[in-house]
């Protein structure tokens, strides 16, 4: 199965990450993150996957975390609550996402990326 490369296109991180999949002759799927956003199942078997606690799957960055106070909500959340509030809404997840069968990468660091080669 190719990866899945999750991604909002006016994200300038996310350019650069499809920039670097196509230097890199990788095939994937696209999907949008905002129109196709994770649901609960997706996460809960991706974010093991990423060897990542689930808090580093927020966009800490965006705007919707910030103006939902987030950085403060977020201690007092359980897991269940954190994961159900990312299937809400695309920008609340930290992108780019490449989901493969047996791992998930979060965010665009090279370093890691090298393991889709």
């Given amino acids: 199965m190719k990866p899945i490369f999750l991604q909002y296109p006016a ?3 996310c350019q650069k990450a499809k920039k670097w999949l196509t230097e890199n002759n990788i095939e994937y799927t696209n999907r949008l993150i905002v129109e196709n956003n994770p649901t609960v199942e997706e996460l809960k078997a991706w974010i093991p996957l990423s060897g990542l606690p689930v808090k580093k ?5 965006g705007l919707v975390y910030k103006e939902l ?3 403060e909500k977020l ?3 359980s897991e269940e ?3 159900a509030l990312l299937a809400t ?4 997840v930290k992108r780019p996402l490449v989901v ?3 791992f998930v990468l979060v965010g ?3 370093d890691e990326w090298e393991k889709l080669k």
């Fill in 11 to 13: 994200c300038s991180t």
């Fill in 57 to 61: 799957f927020f966009n800490t960055s």
């Fill in 69 to 71: 106070n987030l950085k």
């Fill in 75 to 77: 201690t007092t959340m």
């Fill in 81 to 83: 609550e954190q994961i």
């Fill in 89 to 92: 809404n695309g920008k609340l």
């Fill in 100 to 102: 493969t069968d047996h």
């Fill in 108 to 110: 665009f660091k090279p």
